[in-house]
T-cell receptor, first 114, second 115 residues
Framework: DADVTQTPRNRITKTGKRIMLECSQTKGHDRMYWYRQDPGLGLRLIYYSFDVKDINKGEISDGYSVSRQAQAKFSLSLESAIPNQTALYFC?????????????FGPGTRLTVL | AQSVAQPEDQVNVAEGNPLTVKCTYSVSGNPYLFWYVQYPNRGLQFLLKYITGDNLVKGSYGFEAELNKSQTSFHLKKPSALVSDSALYFCAVRDAYSSASKIIFGSGTRLSIRP
């Protein structure tokens, strides 16, 4: 969905490096999410934010941090990357005003940690 | 606790034949159920959802899903498969009374449609 963009699309880094993945949306949604996708495991929630002042841990937050710089921007950081953080990362948004969460996903960032 | 299961890693169907992608769920209260599709190198796209009302839900691209509360299933179906339907399909569920953050995704089923 072009309304949700992620940068970079691909990144290769080394163990111990700090990495930031960025997400921007033009949908005007208040809620934003970060997921990681691993083969055979589906999507797992890392962090979510229901508005600019609201940040919450998801299922697998260890080793990650986030920043909600504005309603439209939600960044995910890996403080010290490790190989088992190699995965596909998705940002998603949803609108509380629509009632029930239909989520809109970005195209994903493929991260490889060597 | 809520959970969702997609028992098949892969489903293979000939073009023109009906297709079914299976999903079963477990929630403590009323379920909200979703299907998403992921095409190669793309994010997930919403297909359909069940919130309340008719157990048969129609969605995008000719897909539909039927809630069976006694079997706690929400299988995705299409009467006539297209090669372009080949993709990865995810079922998702949350309890109606839980936080909107508590959507649980299944592990995904890869649908392959042969010409």
């Amino acid at each position: 969905d072009a309304d949700v963009t992620q940068t970079p699309r691909n990144r290769i880094t080394k163990t111990g490096k700090r990495i930031m993945l960025e997400c921007s949306q033009t949908k005007g949604h208040d809620r934003m999410y970060w997921y990681r996708q691993d083969p055979g495991l589906g999507l797992r929630l890392i962090y979510y934010s229901f508005d600019v002042k609201d940040i919450n841990k998801g299922e697998i937050s260890d080793g990650y941090s986030v920043s909600r710089q504005a309603q439209a921007k939600f960044s995910l950081s890996l403080e010290s990357a490790i190989p088992n953080q190699t995965a596909l990362y998705f940002c998603a948004t949803s609108d509380r005003g629509q009632g029930i969460d239909e989520q809109f996903f970005g195209p994903g960032t493929r991260l490889t940690v060597l | 606790a809520q959970s969702v299961a997609q028992p098949e890693d892969q489903v293979n169907v000939a073009e023109g034949n009906p297709l079914t992608v299976k999903c079963t769920y477990s929630v403590s209260g009323n379920p909200y159920l979703f299907w998403y599709v992921q095409y190669p190198n793309r994010g997930l796209q919403f297909l359909l959802k069940y919130i309340t009302g008719d157990n048969l839900v129609k969605g995008s691209y000719g897909f539909e899903a039927e809630l069976n509360k006694s079997q706690t299933s929400f299988h995705l179906k299409k009467p006539s498969a297209l090669v372009s339907d080949s993709a990865l399909y995810f079922c998702a569920v949350r309890d109606a009374y839980s936080s909107a953050s508590k959507i649980i995704f299944g592990s995904g089923t890869r649908l392959s449609i042969r010409p």
